[in-house]
C-alpha cells in the first residue's frame, strides 16, 4: 500500500507543478515511438529512477507530442528489494520544481 500512495501522491505532485496532462507520471511501463526518441536530447536528461519517468514523459510533452495511458496493474514484488531511497525521493522532489523551471518558455526582450 505504501507504493500506491506513494505513486499516487507523486503524480499529484508532478501534475501540480508542472502541470502535464498525465495521470500516472511515475509510471516505468512506457513505450515511445522513433521520433519522439529522435527529438528527446539523451544529453541534457538528469534524472534517473522514478523521476527519469518522470524527465521524459515531462520533454515529450514540452515538444508538443501526444500522449496516450493505458492502465497497468503490476503485482507486488515476490523477490528482491525496492532500489528507492531517500536521494531518490529527493531527486524527485526538487527536481521537477527544477525541470518545470527549465523548461518554461524564454521571455522575449
Not at 41 to 57: H, L, P, R, S, T
Not at 73 to 87: A, C, L, Y
Amino acid at each position: 500500500m505504501n507504493r500506491v500512495l506513494m505513486s499516487y501522491f507523486a503524480t499529484k505532485y508532478v501534475r501540480f507543478i508542472t502541470r502535464i496532462p498525465i495521470h500516472d507520471t511515475t509510471a516505468g511501463f512506457v513505450c515511445y515511438k522513433r521520433k519522439v526518441l529522435e527529438t528527446i536530447n539523451f544529453d541534457k536528461i538528469k534524472f534517473v529512477g522514478y523521476a527519469f519517468q518522470i524527465e521524459m514523459k515531462f520533454k515529450a510533452w514540452k515538444h508538443g507530442f501526444n500522449i496516450k495511458e493505458v492502465s497497468v496493474i503490476f503485482r507486488d514484488r515476490t523477490q528482491g528489494e525496492s532500489k528507492m531511497d531517500g536521494s531518490i525521493i529527493g531527486e524527485a522532489i526538487f527536481g521537477v520544481i527544477k525541470m518545470k523551471l527549465k523548461g518554461l518558455p524564454k521571455q522575449k526582450k
